[in-house]
């Protein structure tokens, strides 16, 4: 009952803490006056009468000590008294003060920018009934690339299974959305009805799709976000029922789902979900590679674990595999069913970097409160006489502990303040950057999470680095330090050896940072000498935005971007412009050939098994990207759609396939009825998907020979169209000139998107890059607080010792030699630390190795070359204090005395 | 008039309440009430009125405003609030129920035993 009321009472105290004395003070008065006033009309004089009062009662300021203490309020008191003496303390000495604050924001400042991308990417809330149930069931090839699995398989999966709850299943869709307001573009997904209640979601308004409305004629329904519903429905309570168009076709909005629900959840646009039709195709059993396909997702029961589930599917596939024809084994015979937590496969790229960038935060963090803590343990013992005279003035042992540790309590929250405000900063220059890099929804800011978890982290580093030096303060013998008067007291011999460790270890640390650093910035440097095999300058790719159900039967390819290639190379500074299908390092679609072909002459030829990319191209493309032939030549403007089809073959396909070099006599890819392409030369190399993976087999076919009526039209010219141009200008200029050609030539092409090659081959190498620039951030900071720590504590070696020096000097010691002693002191302690963060970086290499390429985890001559820099540094870091140590001049330190 | 009693380890708090009970009461009128209603048997430190008023205050049993005593000095008035009411009936009982059973037991013979 009384906790509210205590606490009001406190709060009111709090507030008008002034009020509060004064007002305790007239009422003690007035209580001895009336007293007082009683004795005097007994018969007592004023004066004796008053002493009397005064007697009774006990003196004023003894009563108002006892009040407050009746109110709780002591711990209080002298929790004001230590903050205000800390705030004395810290501003009599700013350098100290201001080194603490620096450090710290850096270390704490990391952290809090690590924090807050971990909330937003790993430990994501996401808009599903216990999300971390929810598993990706997906087919993993031998190097554990996911593929989709046909509906016929999911069936079984979700048939055979013990260990699924449920299983659902999903797949993008195109989807323009007509209203009453317009058409716009969003994210469509064709989806089992049974998605949302294996998400465990329900729409806010209207219901979620029947099982029959996945019948054929029946799937006309329609469910739409709140965004979707907001923006482009108006926000219309009475919009179940009513008709949209998708793709131009009419559906009935049946439901609405709730605010910030998102599925798949990294997906930016405004969502749509409509029931996926069975059509024939899906219910005949699998016979070639335009089966339909899904993505799964299931649900666990509580406390599966994934993995159990993946054994038992990839068990179930073992025993359907048998059953699918046979360039369809091929694949399915090397693959298993992963499942894996969905949560997980949203990050899936970048959670090996952020789980070492964790790790390497965390090492920041303590090399700074390493520092920290020497810094206090050398302030600690500077005021052994403060303090030794406050316990001589009767503070208690854990009194003086618990004001040391208010002061590095004070100290660590005002550098998380500080912190926040550098991870702000931080988080919002690099905003775009991640957020591109690791598919966020929104923008990064601590939340309150965050907060919580940074003040956590700030009480922690106050801990560490504030309750040892404390207590070893505190123990101190009051006597000791009083009758030795000054620092130059012998005691701190143990406290030297505690310093030295300190140092050692952050020069451990920071070695390890730098030799990853050291590392990455290898790798960055191999990547960009890896001869890429074309030209990137002025060069520029554009990505059409075609809706495809306004063109379904249409021959796009010279219906719609042969003409706006015509256009395109007419622009003013426009050289050259040519089609394409596969965008080079890039990520994204790739169609690949496996087919079983017989080389050479029936009789003689082995059957070959084939994995090759295919890829349709103008015959521009190679002006544009200025790639060589190896033989032969590449295609050009004789090979119309009435000539002999022609294709070409990347020198890896060459090598593979066909080693006798008979590649352009005796090999020829069937392109339909009666059409077969001949090989009329090989191109050299160059790197499709990566700089760091090699180049895969590849044909190509000539886009303006093929015609929609050839086997590959679909697969590759439907699939992923890309134009590629070459300018002579400045793509400032041009692109706007771009962007108007291709919304006259048609304004169904608005929506595409346009990248410099340049901008592509800095992407493709994003991971390597953020991780190398942000580890040379973290990596020079580590080196320059290790530095600080290290030349901070020489100088205060050096001046506690001033006196010996002095009386060695006085007695003939040489200076060069007090210099050599000293400097060999520092070298102990950087030689120590040195091997123990070669060592460390010996055994954590394996956590980066996966961010290398071109040196190995181990590399020695960057271990050596960065332990070099170390101890150099170190050494310059030394040489500083030691000098100043021998340069001495006893008489006046020895007076000074 | 006798020998006046030492006060009970922890009854001042219960007293307080009772007396401010029977209507708004300053610190030294306090003083004053419960040594009327003992019929001036109890003695009471002064020293530990004011802490105990504090205490009982901060617990939310007795209210407090400013105003003027009958001899015009600025004093602060006590009254009982809904919460001190309540415990000063619990506290009531429970002392009548103790002094009952405690002269029960010290008023039984020795042959009864």
Known sequence: MSAASRLRSWWKVLLHRSSFEHDMETELHTHLENYADDLMRRGMDRESAIRRARLELGTVAAQKESCRRSLGLRPLDDFIGDLRYVFRQLRRAPAFTVTVLVVLALGIGANAAMFSIIDATLLRWLPYHKPNQLVSLYLADSNGDPSWAFYQEIKEWQKQSHSLESVAYYIPVEGYLGTDAGQASVSALSVSANLFSVLGVQPVLGRSFLESEQQSGNANVIIVSHEVWRTLLRADQEVIGKQVRVNDRPYTVVGVMPERFLFPANDKDPQVWIPAELTPAHLKPVTDFTAPVYQAIGRLPKGASPSTVGAELSGIESRLVPWYPADIQIGRKSSRVDAAPYRETLVKESRPALLALIAVVAIMWLIACANIANLMLARGMARQREIAVRGALGASHSRIVRQLFTESLVLSLLGAIAGLGLAQLALRIFDKVLSARLKLPGHLTPNAGVLGALLILSILSAIVFGLLPAWLAARTSIDDSLRHGTAQAGTGKRRHKLQQAMVVAEVGLSLVLLIACGLLLRTVFALRKVPLGFRTDHVLMVHPELPRYKYRNVDTNHAIFQPLLQRVRQLPGAQSAAITTLLPLHKGFTAILTLDVKVGEKSSGVPLHIDAQLKAAGPELQQILGFQMARGRFFNQQDTPDSQPVAVVNRAFAQRYLPAGDVMEKFSINLGKKRAARIIGVMDDFHQTSIDQPSFPEIDFCAPQLLPTDGFYQPILLAHVELAIRTQTDHQQFVPALRRAIAEINPDLQASSIETMDQIVEDSMGSQLLAAHLLELFGATALLIALAGLYGLLTYLVSQRTRELSVRLALGAQRTHILTMLLEQAGRMLVAGAAIGLTMAWFSGRLIAGFLYGVAPHDPGTMVAVTALLLLCGVIASYLPARTASRVDPMEALRRE | ?113
């Open chain 2, 1 to 113: 008039m006798g020998k006046q009693l030492e006060l009970l380890q922890g009854t001042l708090d219960v007293l307080i309440l009772k007396a401010v009970s029977l209507g708004p009461l300053h610190g030294y009128g306090v003083l004053l009430r419960i040594q009327q209603i003992s019929g001036d048997q109890l003695e009471i430190q002064q020293g530990s009125l004011y802490p105990a008023l504090y205490r009982l205050e901060h617990q939310g049993l007795i209210a407090s405003e400013w105003g003027e005593s009958e001899n015009n000095r600025k004093a602060r008035f006590y009254r009982l609030t809904p919460a001190g009411r309540k415990k000063l009936k619990a506290e009531t009982d429970n002392w009548n129920r103790m002094a009952q059973v405690m002269a029960g037991i010290l008023n039984r013979e020795p042959e009864e035993a």
